[in-house]
């Protein structure tokens, strides 16, 4: 007798395959990749170096496991993953009615915007789940905070305007034309 789909995937659950075995495999999967990509220990043939970076994408990947805060946090983030991925299938869906994507700017913007909008979203509220995010300590700290943002955009804002391009007029200059004949 056939058992149905969700007997199959609970028996699995119980196995504890949604908790660790997948999140194993994932976090195995990304590190082993990133050190493939980077070639962290400088060999000519990538291939050479693969039980290596195998070896530590496992201690990393078993390490990751040995508090239940990571399966915790991957059943926080990818329901609602799918959700923002769902919403952003309808708005590709409805959007393609009547924006042709194939032209660059305006459109592909639009959607990138959305889906930054749903990424921030989600990460939000896969946060609100901990403690530490929801707790007094956002209240107690909030000042400090925006603060802190404040100063990081004075910062950007007064180290970004200094750069004047090679060959250009001073900025008065520009606006007032000095240097036209009265």
Do not use: C
């Not at 990947?61 to 923002?84: C, M, T, W």
């Not at 509220?125 to 995010?133: E, I, K, Q, V």
């Amino acid at each position: 007798m056939v058992a149905p789909i969700g007997v199959i995937l609970q028996q699995l659950a119980d196995f504890g395959f949604f908790y660790y075995i997948l999140p194993f495999m994932l976090i195995f999967a990304l590190v082993f990749a990133i050190l493939y990509k980077i070639n962290l220990l400088g060999v000519e043939n990538r291939n050479d170096a693969k039980g290596v970076n195998a070896v530590i994408a496992i201690a990393v990947a078993l390490l990751s496991l040995q508090f239940d805060a990571v399966p915790i946090f991957f059943q926080a983030i990818f329901p609602k993953l799918g959700i923002g991925l769902s919403i952003l299938l309808v708005f590709m869906i409805l959007s393609g009615l009547f924006v042709d994507f194939s032209r660059p700017g305006g459109p592909s913007v639009i959607f990138f915007t959305v889906a930054a909008i749903l990424s921030i979203i989600i990460l939000l509220t896969s946060f609100s789940d901990y403690s530490w995010w929801t707790g007094s300590w956002w209240q107690s700290n909030i000042s400090a905070i925006v603060a802190g943002v404040i100063i990081l955009v004075f910062v950007f804002i007064i180290v970004g305007s200094g750069r004047v391009a090679p060959g250009a007029v001073p900025f008065p200059a520009r606006y007032y034309d000095v240097h036209a004949p009265r």
